[in-house]
């Protein structure tokens, strides 16, 4: 237990700062819906899910690589400066190569050619390259505060450049890159200058090689991701406009769906936060801890513990959706999410769902790691892309909205056992599936039982806490029983 305490720790650094950032990012919702029309906040969805995959090319894996290799301590520098003069230059010529393409790429999301919204985007891509392995380095040693700091820092710049240039200044949708693109660059310096010591080592084209080796096949597995998060805008922006009005209103146009898809969205991001600040802490810990006897027994009741977490946020986040979007937000006068968005709130339960899947995912993932064999993760995730494409194409002309949603459910459930499938191959952890499920249908069982239980006269909120609480209770049961049997 004292291992799982350290990752606990780790753990609950990176959710402070994490929780903090998204919550004050999260302020950028009400202010973008309630300034922009769904066509306009359509296009910024469309901009950032862009930005997403040009990522997975500029990083090529190499934070995991650096994860990977830099635990050696004795060549931590050089790994370190190699790696990072490796992606100023690649990262430059893929600026360039970008830029040419313009034409091509700038009206598929939403901008015309010369648009100045497309260097801002180029930049933000570059800039968020160059401090991916200081970030590494500051996760691999633990410098869990540091990490935060200029995590929330770059919140912080990001999210009050916005307010400044849309209401003071009366900006469009150009001021969200601006503020990204500045936020972007305050944060390479900041964790430029933290890591500086990490410069004495020297360029070492073995050790480049080798990260190159491992991180490839993440530039596959990467593209796999992002078209399993992000592909179903581009999709929903492609819908016939016949079938829009025929499934939403003849008022909505392709953009409009994508705006409210994009906006509900943003619900499923408890879940995601979940997944992310374990994901930080996870991966440095279970290399840490892979040679420990007790390495498999850790690794599962940690997997249990996840799973108890998750079951919370889905119950907290499905039963209470249309009381959060109705929040009113102080001194601003919007909701967290502007009305004319909840048309989407159905998406909010199946999408929770999906990202549950993908903590699965995460945690299968130790196997996979520790056993070098990452040649699976390519596999696993170009197998999820290809659900997610050709689920959306038969389930959108039919359920618009709602089919993206289960699109990405499917894919990410489908990868979240196939990784399981190979990572106890590599390495044997007793992982408690069956339990897993239980708390996993229940939890989305007490959901799609609140209609019933509002059929009976009571009310929405009362029924919610009911179902909260009976949830909680049968699912702590669960997950107590199955530790202690670890134990």
């Known amino acids: 237990m004292t291992k799982l305490k350290e990752l606990f720790s780790d753990t609950l650094v990176y959710g402070i700062s994490s929780v903090l950032a998204r919550f004050i990012g999260y302020l950028l919702v009400p202010l973008h819906t309630g300034v922009f029309s769904e066509g306009e906040y359509g296009i910024v969805s469309l901009i950032f899910a862009a930005i997403a995959l040009f990522n997975v090319l500029f990083t090529m894996g190499m934070e995991s690589?650096?994860?990977?290799?830099?635990?050696?301590?004795?060549?931590?520098?050089?790994?370190?400066?190699?790696?990072?003069?490796?992606?100023?230059?690649?990262?430059?010529?893929?600026?360039?190569?970008?830029?040419?393409?313009?034409?091509?790429?700038?009206?598929?999301?939403?901008?015309e050619t010369g648009n100045s919204i497309y260097w801002l985007m180029l930049g933000i891509l570059f800039f968020d390259t160059i401090a991916v392995v200081p970030f590494a380095e500051l996760r691999l040693v633990r410098k869990s505060i540091s990490f935060a700091a200029i995590k929330t820092g770059n919140v912080l710049v990001n999210l009050g450049l916005n307010f400044y240039l849309i209401l003071g200044l009366n900006y469009g949708i150009e001021a969200v890159f601006i503020s990204n693109f500045a936020a972007s660059i305050l944060t390479a310096l900041a964790t430029w200058i933290i890591t500086l010591p990490m410069f004495t080592g020297?360029?070492?084209?073995?050790?480049?090689?080798?990260?190159?080796?491992?991180?490839?096949?993440?530039?596959?597995?990467?593209?796999?991701?992002?078209?399993?998060?992000?592909?179903?805008r581009f999709f929903l922006k492609s819908m016939d406009p016949e079938t829009v009005q025929s499934l939403y209103g003849a008022e909505y146009t392709p953009d409009d769906i994508v705006g409210i898809y994009s906006a509900c969205y943003k619900l499923a991001v408890f879940m995601l936060l979940l997944v992310q600040m374990f994901r930080m802490a996870w991966q440095p810990f279970f290399m840490r801890q892979s040679e420990e006897k007790s390495a498999p027994q850790t690794f599962s009741q940690t997997f249990t513990l996840f799973n108890f977490g998750a079951a919370v946020i889905f119950l907290s986040v499905a039963l209470f959706a249309e009381q959060i979007v109705s929040i009113k937000v102080p001194f601003l006068d919007f909701y967290l999410v502007d009305e004319k968005f909840w048309g989407g709130l159905g998406i909010v339960p199946v999408l929770l769902l999906a990202y549950w899947f993908q903590g699965w995912y995460v945690n299968f993932s130790a196997g996979i790691f520790i056993s070098e064999t990452t040649k699976r993760l390519p596999q696993i995730t170009l197998i999820g892309a290809a659900i997610t494409i050709v689920a959306n194409l038969i389930l959108i002309p039919f359920f618009g909205m709602m089919g993206s949603a289960a699109a990405t459910l499917m894919s990410y459930a489908t990868m979240a056992l196939l990784i399981y499938y190979y990572s106890i191959n590599a390495f044997v952890v007793p992982y408690k599936l069956v339990s897993a499920f239980a708390v996993m249908l229940l939890a989305a069982g007490l959901y799609y039982l609140k209609p019933i239980v509002i059929d009976f006269g009571i009310s929405d909120l009362l029924a919610s806490f009911v179902l909260l609480?009976?949830?909680?209770?049968?699912?702590?049961?669960?997950?107590?029983?199955?530790?202690?049997?670890l134990d």
């Open 202 to 232: 020297s360029w070492n084209q073995q050790l480049l090689k080798r990260a190159l080796l491992f991180g490839l096949p993440f530039i596959p597995a990467g593209f796999g991701h992002v078209i399993n998060e992000l592909l179903d």
């Open 65 to 111: 690589a650096y994860i990977r290799y830099g635990k050696d301590r004795d060549q931590a520098n050089s790994i370190f400066k190699t790696l990072q003069l490796f992606l100023v230059g690649t990262s430059g010529v893929f600026v360039l190569l970008i830029w040419m393409a313009q034409p091509l790429i700038a009206p598929m999301i939403g901008l």
């Open 469 to 485: 609480g009976t949830g909680l209770a049968f699912i702590a049961l669960i997950t107590y029983r199955t530790v202690l049997k």
